[in-house]
């Protein structure tokens, strides 16, 4: 890539002189200029090929300027330069990058040569030089061409070709072959084929030659190449075993690498040199191998005279080959037997090698535990040498066992193990070690692991560290938390596993469903929440158990009050409309909300509005310090100017337990806060007509129909008698909002639902939002002869069902000491001053 952006940078520079000649002055200052020259190819670098003199004006005292260059080429090289040959004399002279080649490069190249004198005179003329053709040596291909070429010719094969020489001339002429040393039993003919002359003797005749390959052009040039001929050998005799020895003995166990016999062999063919053989095993056998080479043989496996099959056959039988070749040569067999004789060399084993055993504490001395001959036993083939004995009974606590004898092996308690007693170590598991050994020489051994656990009896009962326990926690306590920890003891060794629960309680509460009591650890926990206002102590029984024996104790909790309990206020959601001129200071409607708390005083409450109220036009009185509180206009209304634009007002009114509690104390006191949302809706200035809107009567109509076979005793056949019942039942309009006239200045009541209106009544309470009213009830008609109400039937529409069931369910009454809000002595209206009411509301329907 640097090679590139150089020759591109040149080419814009050369190319930039040439337009300066061009638009310059041109004189002939390159004497012998225009030319042509030839080189001939392959030329080193340097070789001249063309001189040429630069003349310059007498005015250029300084000479020339710009030495005379080669500024373009075609076709493009750099094959070519320009060198000095001092003064105004130069030569131009190959640069051996590219080396010229006749056969693969253009044939002729134009070079164009500038010069500028100090006179600023130029001049630019063309050099033409062909490219001559030279005679090259021939080029052998393929594998001659890069190394000797080595051919193996067996012996016994007869004349035929070897080998072919490839070779070529680079002007493509014809070439000849020949080979050196003449003496020797090799041709090579026209096409390059080598043949051999004669069927070669390996015995007799030379086993390696040397052919001197010379291939020659048209004008006398030659190349020569080595070709090596080597004679294989043929082996026609069987070999034959010179060892006689057939039967070797070895010992068990040996080594691997171990050498059982050296076999050798001889082969005919080879007389006069070692020969080369190669030995194998032909049965199949996975304890030894012979050297295919030398014909050592070789323990290549575990040779263990004590495993079967060796433990019943002890001798191995081994057939040997030697051949003269790798796979197809001549052979010969012979069969050698090695016996294996038994050596001491296994331990006494133990199956398991580990023993568990158990005995309960204080268990008698002399109590037998094991006898470990049984399970132990060495399995070497001669009777010398399967021999064992135990010995050596050690561990800590081994003086409470003993071994009966060496011989036997049985292992019996030798004293009494308590482990409560503080003399005794207090183990519960004894880990002794037995060895046993080899009689005979050399005494292998091995190590018996016994463990004894000492099972402990359960002797003492577990006893509480308090007969009684006693909690406090608060009655907000998170559900889960835990509030206390009853602890048991026992005295055994090790101690027992104690189990704790709820086992029973005062009177006939399930204390299961309120506590929980951990089984291992003894906390107590709360599953419910404590409610101090419900329950203010808890009285149960848990039990401490070893799975054998029991004790219990009692557990008091103490419920501590904390202000858990929020506000309740009624209502606690109400819908008023007021109108626009509404006087401030004035209690909206009557309305007032009257609020209970089950752990606070009633003077703890404080009101204020948190959310809707935008121009602060509503508060509560009083704000704090009561438990009731009435809504009061604060301000008026000004929707003229544009300081009002919302005509209803939802409030989100906040009712806190904390008026009683100090500054100091609001930062750690527990707050509670109750809500109530009220809907106000603004009703604009409306006229002073005033409108009433007709009630409508509901008429229901039954029928009852009655059946021949309701009557047993019929005298005769009758027409069907049918009864009608005709119930009425007088609905009303409803009146629930009211407003001041602006031109009389008169109270007015108005209908939410219809917009009706009429004039308010003084001392008049405004009747609920939705209550509906009936113009008798069933009692009343049942003692005039009137037929009574009937409910609705099914047919009726679900609408007009729910207003009827709205109109006959009594309203709830106040408490002795609560103050009635308007809604509810709205509900409680008199039954006389419905019906004085009905006529002057409404007309009857028709």
Not at 314 to 328: A, F, K, Q, T, Y
Not at 510 to 519: G, R
Not at 640 to 663: K, M, P
Not at 792 to 809: I, N, V, W, Y
């Amino acid at each position: 890539m640097k090679d590139r952006v150089i020759k591109t940078t040149r080419s814009t520079i050369l190319f930039l002189i040439l337009l300066g000649v061009v638009s310059g002055r041109r004189t002939q200052l390159l004497k012998g200029l225009p030319a042509t020259s030839t080189v001939e190819e392959n030329s080193a670098a340097g070789v001249s090929v063309y001189d040429f003199n630069v003349t310059v004006s007498p005015l250029a005292a300084e000479g020339v300027a710009i030495l005379p260059t080669i500024v373009n080429s075609n076709p493009l090289t750099e094959a070519f330069d320009i060198e000095s040959k001092g003064g105004l004399e130069f030569r131009v002279i190959t640069t051996g990058n590219p080396v010229l080649d006749y056969e693969t490069m253009p044939k002729s190249f134009d070079l164009q040569i500038f010069v500028e004198d100090a006179t600023g005179r130029t001049d630019l003329n063309t050099l033409t030089i062909h490219v001559t053709d030279k005679n090259e040596h021939p080029v052998f291909r393929g594998n001659l061409a890069t190394q000797t070429v080595t051919i193996y010719v067996l012996e016994g094969t007869p004349p035929e070709r070897i080998f072919q020489v490839d070779a070529t001339d680079p002007e493509n002429a014809k070439l000849q072959y020949s080979l050196l040393p003449a003496t020797v039993p090799f041709s090579i003919r026209r096409s390059g084929d080598i043949f051999s002359t004669k069927e070669f003797d390996y015995e007799k005749d030379p086993h390696c030659y040397f052919l001197n390959i010379t291939v020659t052009d048209p004008e006398g040039l030659n190349s020569t190449k080595t070709v090596n001929i080597n004679i294989i050998n043929i082996n026609d005799e069987r070999p034959y075993f010179t060892t006689k020895q057939r039967i070797y003995r070895i010992p068990e166990e040996q080594s691997l690498g171990t050498i059982v016999a050296n076999v050798t062999a001889k082969d005919p063919d080879d007389e006069d040199s070692p020969s080369r053989l190669f030995y194998s095993i032909q049965s199949s056998d996975r304890h030894f191998s012979i050297n295919p080479a030398t014909g050592v043989l070789q323990v290549t496996g575990r040779v263990d005279r004590d495993a079967l099959p060796l433990r019943l056959h002890p001798n191995i039988s081994l057939i040997v080959r030697v051949e003269d070749g790798p796979s197809s040569g001549r052979a010969s067999e012979m069969e050698i037997t090695i016996i294996i004789d038994d050596v001491n060399d296994n331990p006494p084993e133990c199956n398991p090698s580990a023993f568990r055993k158990e005995a309960n504490e204080n268990t008698t001395p002399g109590t037998f535990l094991v006898d470990l001959r049984n399970y132990c036993k060495d399995i070497d083939v001669d009777p010398s040498n399967n021999q064992f004995s135990f010995t050596g009974l050690s561990g800590f606590g081994s003086n409470n066992f003993a071994l009966e004898s060496t011989v036997s092996g049985r292992l019996v308690i030798n004293g009494t193990i308590d482990l409560e007693n503080p003399a005794n170590p207090s183990i519960e598991v004894y880990t002794l070690t037995v060895r046993v050994q080899d009689i005979a020489h050399p005494t292998y051994s091995n190590i018996i692991y016994i463990y004894i656990r000492i099972k402990p009896v359960n002797e003492f009962f577990p006893v509480f560290r308090n007969l009684s326990y006693v909690f406090s926690v608060s009655e907000i306590t998170k559900v889960g938390s835990s509030i206390g920890r009853v602890h048991a003891t026992d005295k055994d060794w090790p101690p027992s596993v104690i189990t704790y629960s709820i086992v029973a309680a005062t009177g006939t509460r399930d204390y299961t469903n309120i506590f929980w009591i951990s089984p291992t650890k003894g906390d107590v926990r709360i599953l419910a929440r404590l409610d101090y206002e419900t329950t203010q102590k808890h009285i149960f029984i848990v039990q401490a158990s070893d799975q054998e024996s029991s004790t219990t104790a009692s557990v008091t909790v103490n419920v501590l009050e904390v202000n858990d309990e929020e506000p309740v206020c009624s209502p606690n959601f109400f819908s008023l409309q007021i109108p626009v001129d509404l006087a401030v200071g004035t209690n909206i409607n009557g309305f007032r909300i009257e609020c209970q708390d089950r752990d606070s005083d009633p003077r703890s409450f404080r009101y204020f509005i948190n959310e809707g109220n935008e121009n602060r036009h509503f508060i509560f009185s009083p704000s704090a310090g009561s438990n009731t509180s009435r809504l009061i206009l604060a301000s008026r209304f000004d929707y003229e100017s544009g300081l009002d634009t919302n005509w209803i007002y939802s409030l989100n009114i906040h009712i806190t337990d904390d008026n009683l509690v100090s500054a100091r104390d609001k930062t750690t006191h527990l707050i509670k806060t109750g809500t109530v949302t009220l809907s106000i809706r603004v009703i604009p200035n409306p006229t002073t007509a005033t409108t009433t809107t007709p009630g409508f009567t509901v008429v229901t109509k039954r029928e009852n129909l009655y059946s021949r076979s309701a009557w047993i005793n019929a005298p005769e056949k009758k027409k069907p008698k049918k009864e009608v019942v005709v119930t009425m039942t007088k609905l009303n309009t409803i009146f629930d909002g009211e407003a001041r006239d602006p031109v009389t200045g008169r109270m007015y009541e108005f209908s939410t639902r219809s917009g009706a209106r009429r004039w308010k009544k003084i001392n008049e309470p405004l009747q609920p939002v939705l209550a509906t009213q009936v113009t008798s009830s069933a009692t009343e008609k049942r003692g005039q002869g009137v037929d009574t109400a009937e409910a609705p039937s099914e047919k009726e529409p679900s609408e007009k069902r729910k207003e009827l069931t709205a109109a006959t369910k009594p309203a709830s009454k106040p408490s002795a000491g609560q103050s009635e809000t308007p809604g509810q002595s709205g509900l409680r209206l008199k039954k006389k001053k419905q019906e004085s009411e009905d006529g002057e509301l409404s007309s009857p329907a028709p």
